[in-house]
Structure formats: C-alpha cells, structure tokens
C-alpha cells in the first residue's frame, strides 16, 4: 500500500514540475497558487519624425504573450513609463487611433529594472499620404514640415477629381482656399468628393473662411443655409461675426488639455474678421475649445454619414496590415489603437472590438477651428493645439 501512496506522490510531483518547466519566463508560480507576472519598466520621451518636437498624448503599449495589454500614455513634455512584462518584446507607439501615425519598436524589459529609451527609437512616423491646399491667411504645411513630417499641394481641380483626393488620408484645407477667384461650377463635384472621401475613412482639417467647404458658400458664410457643402445646415452654423482682438479660451477636451499641458489660452486674432460658431449639432460635434462665453472655436466629429456615397478604397487603408481596435483598460477606460491583423482575433477574444471606439468604424474625422495659423505666423498658442491635430486625424 506504501509503494502505492509514494508512486501517486511521485506523479503529482512530476505533473506539477512539468506544468512549470514550459511557462513564459514573464510569469511564475509560487507553489500552486496564483502566477506572478515579473514585470520591469521602460522610459522615454516620444518625439517628432525629425527629433526636433516632443510629442504629448501619444499612446504607448505592448502586449504579453497571452495577449495582455500594458498601456500608458505621454505627457505635455512627450516622457513616457510604461511598465511591461519582462523579456523581448515589440512596443508601439501611436497617436490618433494609430491609423496615421505609429512606430513599433524592439526592445529588452527586465525584471524589475527600469530600461530607458533613446530619442531615436522612440520617434513618431508618418503613415498616412497628406495632401494640403494652398491658403490666403493659413500655412498648416509649415507646421507639418516642423514635425519632419510631408504632405503634398493640391489644388481645388484636384479636389474635384475623386481619383487624385483618394489616394491620400488627410487633407487640411487652408483657410482662404475656397474663394471667390476658383471656378465655382467646381464646387458640386468637390462637395462630393469630399464627402465620399470622410464617409470612406479619409480625414480632413478645415479652418476659419473655409468653414465654406463643409456648409458651402464662397470665402465665408454670413447665413446658415447657404448653398452647397457635404455638411448638413442642421449640423453646423458659422457665421463672418468674429471681430479682431484677443479672446480668452478655454480646452474642453480632457485628452487635449493633457497632451498640451495647459487648459486656458489667449488667442490673437489679428485679422479683421473671423467665423464665430453660431450653432452646432452636441450629438454630431465634440467641442475641443470654447471661449469664456461658451461659444465653440475647436470641434471635431467622427460621425460623418452620407447618402448616395460610392465605396471607395482611401489612402493607404487598402494595403495596410494594421487594424483599428477598441480595447477597454482597466477603469473602464476605452482606447482605440491600431495593431497587427494577426493579433485581431487574439484581442477580440479578450474583449477588444474591431474599430474605433466611438463606434464609427468606417468615417474619417472633421476637424474644424475658427482660428488657424496664416502666413505672418502663429495666433498665440494655436499652433501647439494644431500640431495635436495634426498628428490625431
């Protein structure tokens, strides 16, 4: 009966050392209780293309190999602590939902040590094609090169050819390009197009008069029902009743404020006249900077929707082997990031859902401001807010 009993102890012992021996090295056992994942941390400071610009609000993760993710973010200056499981392992870096913007990047974590990064492996790339058109007041490509990030001209003919604009992911229409001297009778196709490319995932940047190219008209708009745009008069009114001087704002948006590093400004609007928002849709548009009487200056939407729009590959989405998903952290707090297709069903097993967390899968962003940087140079704290949008369309 003794030998028994010892060959039975003999094999738990043995199934218990061998359920052990094959474990990821990032996680142990202590006897047979709960595992131990041995953790260490990584630290950095997340920085433009060129190395010149810190860059604040970027996300960055990595994941174990049961697919965990380790999720932080960057602060105003760029720095960054992720604490990630020990061993090799692939770290991304994102802005946005990582669509445009994002570098993966090697590295060593060991166990219970901190490891720093360097400036040049924790650099932000550019993805995306962008497209710009020239303005009379804004430069947005001055502030794109800056990054060391490029973007190509285009013209208002372009932008009525469905096949040129399609080939890109951002577009930033610079304010005064829409004006009275461009052949109108171009203005339906590029209404559009427009909308085609937001409703096929494209994204795009508009700023003060050229608020015309969302609602219609030429220059600016003085009514709320003007003709033309690919934007519904019920969803937004701006109206050519800014006045010069300095206004006071305030950021609304709590991962705005955090990637800047300041939530009040001033801004200088040094030109005779600007669109105030007059009137906007709060279930179409997400208010990123107000002024002091609760007027919006800074909205965005996501919700974009068409009838009659063709389906149409955009940029470079139709080549891409990364995907958009929605994770939820702990806190019940959602990101959107952008992965692997091969880690997709990984992720969706553990939760995660495929598409940006918002729940529009399909359509682009809309940015629009009443302020913009033009030709003499910044107007006040703009361009560090424009650089955020920049890199989050």
Known sequence: MRKHYFFILLCVFTLLTNCTGGEDPAIVSENIGPAVVKTGKLTGTVMSQN?????????????????????????????????????????????????????EISATVKDKETVGLTTTQTKLNQVAKIAYVKGSYDKIEDIIQTLGYTATAITNNDLANLTTISQYDIIFLNCGSRNYYVNQSLYPAIDANLATFVANGGSIYASDWDVAYLVGGTDNTSNCSPAGGFVPDTKLCSMNQGSQGIVPAVVTNTALSSALGFTSFNIDFDLGAWQRITNYDPNYWEVLVKDTSNSALMIRTNHFTTTGATTTPIGNAPTSTFVTVCITLPGNIQVSISVPQVLVPYLVALGATVGPCSGSSNSGYIYYTSFHNHASGNIGNAGVILQYVILNL
């Open 51 to 103: 190395g010149t610009k810190p860059i604040g609000g970027a996300s960055v993760f990595t994941f174990d190999d049961k697919y965990k993710i380790y999720y932080t973010t960057s602060d105003a200056d760029g720095n960054f602590t992720l604490e990630a499981p020990v061993g090799n392992r692939t770290i991304h870096i994102q802005t946005g939902n990582g669509s445009n913007f994002r570098s």
